[in-house]
């Protein structure tokens, strides 16, 4: 049966907010494409994870070019739901994509310069089948690429109608507050940052989000849940088969998960207790507290994570006491 999208999926209008200063409404939680939707992973349940998304109101998609694997097949993989499922809706949504790490071999297959982004966008619309994308971000900063030149290449990308707005990822406070006078300077706005942000990973806080408020730039943490170490899925250890036993993987690892680590994760998930979340919805909740965060980017691989991420929305309010409890857990 072709796909019909629910007619319930902005019964909630609370469940947007506005990105920064500029014109554009983002759903409180967004899903990211990193994880599980490459050429290696089930399209079925891919594609069953993008339309239980878009059916709760998450309108916001989240890609880069590498995203796999193997690198670029997250972005055919997009396509295809695109034309299979959600291309009557392609106005109703956000797609961004990115660019900066290793995409191909040679000189111009990362980092930022301008041959570098300009081509990564063209490839990355032929991958997705479409005209243009609704955020182009650079992905990280370039150590030898002149600013200048990278932020030109966004505004390039915008201004040719490939692009609506144009973001940056992994920037630190000082970097980004150029980035954004630069791209002012151009006529084309800095729309959003995408930095790691977490409860166990608050390096944003103060000077990073200060800039993004002076500046109207929203927010949009990448691995809230800490790559799963924010769910109930460590509160006893390290289980069989989660990421973190995997030996090879390039992201939570064993290490991180000590005796120490999980002990907190208990204690925050007894926090959550009391304030009747599960402790992903409660991490989640505290990320979307403060009013400079726009939306959280969430991964998920079961349609039953996208449920409970979308609940947490409904409370993301901290007493004084419950934000003094969680700092003195993590402290």
């Not at 055919?76 to 191909?104: C, Q, W």
């Not at 690429?145 to 990822?169: D, F, H, N, W």
Request: charged share 20%.
């Amino acid at each position: 049966m072709p796909y019909e999208a629910s007619p319930a999926r902005y019964d909630t209008p609370s469940f947007f907010a506005r990105c920064g200063r500029s014109g554009l409404m983002l759903p409180k939680i967004s899903l990211g494409l990193w994880h599980n939707f490459g050429g290696v992973d089930q399209f079925e349940n891919s594609r069953a994870l993008v339309r239980r998304a878009f059916d709760l109101g998450i309108t916001h998609f989240d890609l880069a070019n590498n995203y796999g694997p193997p690198p670029g097949s997250a972005e055919e993989n997009f396509g295809k739901m695109l034309t299979l499922d959600l291309a009557p809706y392609r106005d109703e949504l956000v797609i961004s994509t990115k660019a900066g790490y290793r995409m191909h071999p040679g000189p111009y297959g990362e980092w930022g310069s301008r041959k570098y982004l300009l081509s990564s966008l063209d490839r990355s619309l032929q991958r997705m089948g479409i005209d243009y994308v609704d955020i182009f971000y650079h992905h990280r900063p370039d150590p030898s690429t002149p600013l200048e030149e990278s932020m030109g290449a966004l505004a390039q990308a915008v201004r040719s109608g490939k692009a609506i707005y144009a973001g940056v990822s992994n920037y630190d406070a000082p970097t980004t507050a150029r980035a954004a006078r630069i791209l002012r300077d151009l006529g084309v706005p800095a729309l959003i940052h995408q930095p790691n942000y977490n409860l166990f990973n608050r390096w944003i806080e103060p000077e990073l989000l200060g800039v993004l408020e002076s500046e109207g730039m929203g927010c949009i943490p990448f691995c809230p849940l800490a790559q799963g170490l924010l769910t109930n899925r460590y509160l006893g250890g390290i289980p069989a088969d989660s990421r973190a036993a995997n030996a090879n993987s390039p992201f939570l690892n064993a290490d991180r998960v000590t005796p120490e680590t999980v002990a907190k994760v208990q204690k925050l998930n007894a926090v959550a207790q009391e304030r009747g979340q599960s402790l992903a919805r409660m991490a989640l909740a505290w990320v979307l507290r403060d009013a400079r965060v726009t939306t959280a980017l969430i991964g998920a691989s079961k349609v039953s994570q996208i449920d409970d991420c979308v609940g947490a929305t409904e409370n993301t309010h901290f007493s004084s006491e419950e934000l003094a409890k969680i700092d003195a857990i993590l402290a």
